[in-house]
């Protein structure tokens, strides 16, 4: 009896022994190990395991590389562009390549980036490409603090300065005074060089910092491809609330004067510069510090077979093209093709086996996997990933629907990408409003849409678990949003005429010969009689009290008094509309963000995510 019962023990363990021999029988000696993952965080040799234990998650690096993204855009040259101008003398023409040059570093780099950083250390790249974009951010603030730029005095305390002007200030050139002075005033070249280089780089970071890199670290090390859409959700509402939370802090910078001096002129003066310096400094430095814990991430949180089985599993239903139609026969054909023997020849390494009922022994021959830290196999995966290059242009080019997204988003960034540079300004101009108030309103209204989208973006994404569903969600959000495009044309503000000004909209002024005013730079400014004139010295002003000019004998009113800015419109409720709509169509776009991420990530060839989410990125900048 007690015979009988080892004798089964024993067979029963032999036969686990001989079942866990075979389930890692295609696997390397030493590869047995390979789901032990090294988590320990740190830089070099520096490592600690402490860390890693409680840290080392892909929450944790999700709002880490969120918060970096968040400061780098909250950089937002646009909502100081106006003052840039004014403080450097840049006109408009070349103010618009600040965004060129951006767009030009990150199409220079995305595609490249894409295709070889996959080999690299993610989370290292990551964070020294946001270190070195903190860092050269905060460069075009070293002009300001190098050679202040101070802004105009209006009163007296010019003399006691020794500026050599009297007690009116900067006003006086204004004035009517018959004279012939010209105050010539060419723009800063160099400013202009390094502010141009500067977002240049600034492109080029974009393409390791907070492109594709984050997204394909979460996708590898994610087992559970179902939850993507959560940490999707997590980056786009951290990132996407950087454009709102931006111009609420930027909308504050647009008051404060740029060299920190309490003054009497108002941010609507065409004189006034705004400090924009201190956004690229805080702004650069946040980038830099938040950056650096993303270095000291381990490079891979599950093993690489773990990776491989997750995507596998990952597999949306769909409708196979021909390619896999014909990739699917062959497999079948090659599982039914008969082997010539039991037992075939074996060339090269091999184990000695049992079969299960301990009744025939065998050898199994061994896979060897080349080691990806060797020097020879690193030199060959450099040059396998450069022939790669066109057959990874060709593979991701051969699948329709990437096409189609890549026609999409072409069309659709070549008019928002250059609508988004001057968005602000024309909403400044076109209704009248401050920049201040521009800012603070859109970004309110940005930050609830961009919530709602995300919300319901990642709502729809979880509901959905096919790739034509995806596309559906495309499609239908697409069309919401373009219903409301014709309605920009009916919420328009009509130009008021500007007495002085020659052209459609100018009214000649009477005082323009009697002062003198064709060598007076402009000031546009709002009379008393709810005129605007081209410069004080068209309402013939004579004399100025801080920041208000008096004695304006052009101006049939009894105050002849007139302040620099434009006079007010009828217009803030169609500025009030077309924020509130343009909100909505951003709240509407956005709840395909995340359906749109995730069809990216799974109608390609898993080993080229990296570069279609570079490719596709590239579309979107040209």
């Given at each position: 009896?007690?015979?009988?019962?080892?004798?089964?023990?024993?067979?029963?363990?032999?036969?686990?022994?001989?079942?866990?021999?075979?389930?890692?029988?295609?696997?390397?000696?030493?590869?047995?190990?390979?789901?032990?993952?090294?988590?320990?965080?740190?830089?070099?040799?520096?490592?600690?395991?402490?860390?890693?234990?409680?840290?080392?998650?892909?929450?944790?690096?999700?709002?880490?590389?969120?918060?970096?993204?968040?400061?780098?855009?909250?950089?937002?040259?646009?909502?100081?562009?106006?003052?840039?101008?004014?403080?450097?003398?840049?006109?408009?023409?070349?103010?618009?390549?600040?965004?060129?040059?951006?767009?030009?570093?990150?199409?220079?780099?995305?595609?490249?980036?894409?295709?070889?950083?996959?080999?690299?250390?993610?989370?290292?790249?990551?964070?020294?490409?946001?270190?070195?974009?903190?860092?050269?951010?905060?460069?075009?603030?070293?002009?300001?603090?190098?050679?202040?730029?101070?802004?105009?005095?209006?009163?007296?305390?010019?003399?006691?300065?020794?500026?050599?002007?009297?007690?009116?200030?900067?006003?006086?050139?204004?004035?009517?005074?018959?004279?012939?002075?010209?105050?010539?005033?060419?723009?800063?070249?160099?400013?202009?060089?390094?502010?141009?280089?500067?977002?240049?780089?600034?492109?080029?970071?974009?393409?390791?910092?907070?492109?594709?890199?984050?997204?394909?670290?979460?996708?590898d090390n994610m087992l559970d491809k179902s939850k993507m859409g959560i940490f999707f959700g997590i980056k786009y509402i951290i990132g996407e609330l950087a454009s709102p939370v931006g111009k609420q802090l930027n909308a504050i910078l647009t008051e404060v004067p740029t060299d920190l001096k309490k003054t009497?002129?108002?941010?609507?003066?065409?004189?006034?510069?705004?400090?924009?310096?201190?956004?690229?400094?805080?702004?650069?430095?946040?980038?830099?510090?938040?950056?650096?814990?993303?270095?000291?991430?381990?490079?891979?949180?599950?093993?690489?077979?773990?990776?491989?089985?997750?995507?596998?599993?990952?597999?949306?239903?769909?409708?196979?093209?021909?390619?896999?139609?014909?990739?699917?026969?062959?497999?079948i054909k090659v599982n039914f093709t008969p082997r010539s023997s039991l037992f075939p020849p074996i060339n090269g390494l091999s184990e000695r086996k049992v079969s299960i009922d301990g009744s025939m022994a065998f050898n199994q021959p061994i896979k060897i996997k080349p080691r990806p830290n060797g020097g020879a196999t690193s030199q060959t995966s450099a040059t396998e990933l450069i022939k790669d290059f066109p057959k990874a242009l060709v593979r991701v080019f051969k699948r329709p629907v990437f096409l189609l997204m890549l026609v999409d988003i072409a069309i659709v960034s070549i008019p928002t990408q250059g609508i988004s540079v001057f968005r602000s300004i024309y909403m400044s101009s076109e209704y009248n409003v401050s920049m201040t108030e521009v800012a603070t309103l859109t970004g309110v209204t940005g930050a609830v849409s961009h919530v709602i989208a995300t919300l319901s973006s990642g709502w729809l994404a979880s509901r959905v678990k096919s790739k034509v569903g995806y596309m559906w969600i495309i499609f239908v959000t697409y069309l919401a949003a373009i219903c409301i495009t014709p309605m920009w044309i009916i919420l328009g503000c009509d130009n008021q005429p500007v007495y002085g000004h020659e052209g459609r909209f100018g009214i000649p002024a009477n005082m323009t010969e009697a002062c003198g005013c064709d060598a007076v730079k402009q000031l546009i400014s709002c009379g008393s009689d709810g005129r605007n004139y081209l410069t004080p010295c068209h309402a013939g002003c004579e004399s100025s009290i801080g920041k208000t000019f008096v004695n304006c004998t052009g101006i049939a009113d009894a105050a002849m008094t007139l302040v620099p800015g434009l006079c007010p419109t009828p217009c803030k409720r169609n500025f009030y509309l077309y924020v509130a709509l343009h909100a909505i169509q951003g709240m509407i776009s956005g709840m395909a963000n995340i359906p749109r991420r995730l069809l990216l990530l799974r109608i390609v060839d898993p080993r080229d995510r990296a570069f279609a989410t570079s490719l596709f990125a590239f579309f979107g900048t040209i």
């Open positions: 009896m007690n015979l009988r019962h080892k004798s089964r023990v024993t067979t029963r363990g032999f036969t686990r022994a001989t079942r866990l021999m075979e389930s890692n029988a295609d696997k390397h000696p030493c590869d047995l190990d390979d789901d032990k993952v090294d988590l320990s965080c740190g830089v070099w040799k520096f490592r600690t395991n402490v860390l890693g234990t409680k840290f080392a998650n892909l929450y944790t690096f999700t709002v880490l590389v969120g918060i970096s993204m968040l400061f780098t855009q909250m950089v937002q040259s646009v909502i100081h562009l106006t003052s840039i101008e004014r403080q450097f003398k840049i006109d408009n023409a070349r103010a618009g390549l600040f965004d060129t040059a951006s767009k030009a570093g990150h199409l220079t780099t995305i595609l490249l980036a894409g295709h070889f950083a996959k080999r690299v250390h993610i989370p290292v790249v990551i964070g020294l490409a946001g270190m070195f974009q903190g860092t050269i951010l905060m460069i075009p603030a070293f002009m300001q603090i190098a050679n202040p730029y101070t802004l105009p005095l209006l009163t007296g305390s010019d003399s006691a300065n020794g500026s050599g002007k009297n007690s009116h200030g900067d006003n006086e050139q204004y004035f009517c005074r018959n004279n012939d002075t010209f105050y010539n005033e060419t723009y800063n070249q160099m400013a202009f060089i390094v502010i141009l280089l500067v977002q240049g780089a600034k492109g080029v970071t974009d393409a390791f910092h907070s492109g594709f890199l984050p997204t394909l670290y979460v996708d009497e002129m108002d941010p609507k003066d065409q004189r006034f510069v705004a400090a924009w310096w201190l956004a690229f400094l805080l702004f650069g430095a946040a980038t830099a510090f938040f950056s650096f814990p993303i270095i000291l991430f381990p490079r891979y949180l599950v093993s690489r077979r773990q990776q491989e089985a997750a995507l596998q599993r990952a597999m949306v239903s769909f409708t196979p093209d021909d390619d896999e139609k014909k990739t699917i026969t062959e497999k």
